[in-house]
């Protein structure tokens, strides 16, 4: 294993609302090396951008932390002031925002916008910055980059917008680059054009990538591990090539089917079935049954551990549980691999 950067430990974050509490972070942990692209992947509403205000702690009122730690190099950031934390946003964790647009300040040039994030985290001189600006926007593959400092947000085109993001995101060179869905708002082409870049950019500066989508296909090539979350917690994990050609989980079932093939195969895409979770009403058991078409009783009435699949891949679906279980009974008993999260065997006695 390499150096940990970014420890998330049973994050839980909710929504403190008039008509109740709306977890939106349910338990989530997760691991976050040095220079490792991990991709975290669910539909609108499953907790990923939450996940990475969380982080940030840039969550507005009625969110808040109500429990579980952040570690940035073994420092609890939950517990830092406001003004600690304004050291550790841009400085080592930053973030592209879904929609280059609305992120960039129509009333300022490029020049202010890029040139205020280089003050704010570093001791440079008025020339410095500017010249650092110029760097910057030259780094993401803006032409012209002396001109584009002097333009506004309206007059560049979303691709460029988009790298003026990028290029204000890794001006004060974070270990850490938050990419919530960065490509959104892009036509197909230039998605492929800022993706390449993200690539080249982590494998130049040698940062750790977070990268939030709602589409697998997208992350296919990128991520050396991918999170799927659902309901606020994590439903899967493991390695790219685990969760492409090994998917555990009926939820990540479904977003694979909902991947338009390439091939020349005549093919239907496949819809997950029924609405997303009402986190205002969790069911009993796992959060996913009111969607799944493998939901069995025990489905409906506990909500399963994560369990091991092999040493790179972990789910939380009582299908997995009943197949290892079947496999053990066979051989004799559970290995290391086979227990839970907490490194105990399942406690639920599975129906035959």
Request: glycine residues 8%; charged residues 25%; hydrophobic residues 35%.
């Amino acid at each position: 294993m390499g150096e940990l950067l970014l420890q998330v430990k049973d994050l839980y974050t909710s929504f403190f609302t008039d008509v109740g509490e709306v977890k939106a972070v349910n338990g989530l942990s997760f691991n976050l090396e040095k220079g490792k692209v991990l991709g975290i992947v669910g539909e609108s509403g499953s907790g990923k951008s939450v996940t990475a205000y969380s982080i940030l702690r840039i969550l507005t009122e009625p969110g808040e932390i109500t429990s579980g730690q952040i570690l940035y190099k073994g420092e609890d950031i939950v517990k830092l002031s406001p003004k600690e934390m304004r050291a550790i946003r841009g400085g080592k964790i930053s973030i592209i925002f879904q929609d280059p647009m609305t992120s960039l300040n129509p009333t300022f040039t490029i020049g202010n916008q890029l040139e205020e994030a280089i003050r704010l985290h570093t001791d440079r001189t008025s020339k410095e910055i500017k010249e650092r600006a110029v760097e910057m926007l030259t780094l993401v593959g803006v032409n012209d980059p002396q001109k584009r400092v002097k333009q506004y947000p309206h007059e560049l085109s979303g691709g460029m917008r988009q790298r003026v993001m990028i290029a204000m995101a890794l001006a004060c060179e974070p270990d850490i680059l938050i990419a919530d869905e960065p490509t959104t708002a892009l036509d197909v082409t230039i998605q492929a054009q800022i993706l390449e870049l993200m690539q080249d950019l982590q494998k130049k500066l040698g940062m750790s990538i977070i990268m939030i989508t709602h589409d697998l296909g997208v992350i296919a090539g990128m991520c050396d591990e991918i999170i799927v979350m659902y309901a606020g917690s994590s439903c899967e994990r493991g390695t790219t090539d685990e969760i492409f050609y090994n998917p555990c989980h009926e939820y990540t079932k479904g977003l694979m089917r909902s991947i338009p093939s390439t091939v020349g195969k005549k093919e239907r895409l496949v819809p997950i079935s029924g609405s997303p979770i009402d986190l205002l009403n969790m069911p009993k058991g796992c959060p996913f049954v009111p969607r799944c078409d493998e939901a069995m009783k025990i489905c409906m009435e506990e909500k399963p551990e994560e369990i091991w699949i092999n040493s790179q891949h972990k789910a939380s679906c009582w299908m997995n549980v009943k197949m290892v279980y079947e496999d053990a009974a066979k051989e004799g008993g559970l290995n290391d691999e086979q227990t839970n999260s907490r490194g105990e065997e399942p406690q639920t006695v599975l129906p035959d």
